[in-house]
């Protein structure tokens, strides 16, 4: 069974561009979430998408955006990049909301110039 | 305010000891603790839970405690392999924050030596 995927793997942009990261969970998988990693911050829950529909949300501003498609595979859109959000952003699959344990993907490496 | 702390930021164990990792938390709330292993280039790999409800889980050379009243879970890795060097995440749920939102501590790079 294929895990995670995440694209692209590598990312760099601009100050003041927007960016769009893909993941596709395991197949079966309904529950896609996000988290963005930074050394200062580390691991951070951004937030969770079940049925095409946002459940949960971290702590971020409204720049961070997602969504999920019928097929469970689900897309997050940072608007109007800023230098703090170069970071690791992975996401990460359960079958449902009820599944505790969360399967990651490698991630997309964001950086900001 | 972190409330998932891991306090060791490295440790380093010979192949064949035991390596304990360590973590504490502040949210009373949390009621589902997990631990996870990242290598460098990849994403957070599941290695073993605990629900609130046991005080220990084990899963091969893998087993967590829980010491609920301390707040306090440790990993313990029986025999170390050099596979096992990685950096280690406690993360934590709870019904307030939602099973998904997990807390993640600041990890522990484990360095095993052959």
């Known amino acids: 069974k294929a895990g995670v995927t995440q694209t692209p793997r590598y990312l760099i942009k601009t100050r003041g561009q927007q960016v769009t990261l893909s993941c596709s969970p395991i197949?079966?998988?309904?529950?896609v979430s996000w988290y963005q990693q930074t050394p200062g911050q580390g691991l951070q829950f951004l937030f969770e998408?079940?049925?095409?529909?946002?459940?949960n949300k971290g702590n971020f501003p409204g720049r961070f955006s997602g969504r999920q498609f019928s097929n469970s595979r689900s897309e997050m859109n940072v608007s109007t990049l800023e230098l703090g959000d170069s970071a690791l952003y992975l996401c990460?699959?359960?079958?449902?909301?009820?599944?505790?344990?969360?399967?990651f993907g490698s991630g997309t490496q964001l950086s900001v110039l | 305010d972190q409330q998932v702390k891991q306090n060791s930021p490295s440790l380093s164990v010979q192949e064949g000891r035991i390596s304990i990792l360590n973590c504490d938390y502040t949210n009373s709330m949390f009621d589902y603790f997990l631990w996870y292993k990242k290598y460098p280039a990849e994403g957070p790999t599941f290695l073993i839970s605990?629900?609130?409800?046991?005080d220990k889980n084990e899963d091969g050379r893998f087993t967590v405690f829980l010491n609920k009243s301390a707040k306090h879970l440790s990993l313990h890795i029986v025999p170390s392999q050099p596979g096992d060097s990685a950096v280690y995440f406690c993360?934590?749920?709870?019904?307030?924050?939602?099973?998904?939102?997990?807390?993640f501590g600041s990890g522990t790079r484990l360095q095993v030596q052959p």
């Open positions: 605990i629900s609130s409800i046991k």
């Open positions: 197949s079966g998988h309904r529950s």
């Open positions: 998408y079940f049925s095409e529909t946002q459940r």
């Open positions: 990460a699959s359960s079958f449902d909301r009820v599944d505790e344990k969360l399967f």
């Open positions: 993360a934590a749920s709870g019904t307030d924050t939602g099973r998904r939102a997990l807390t």
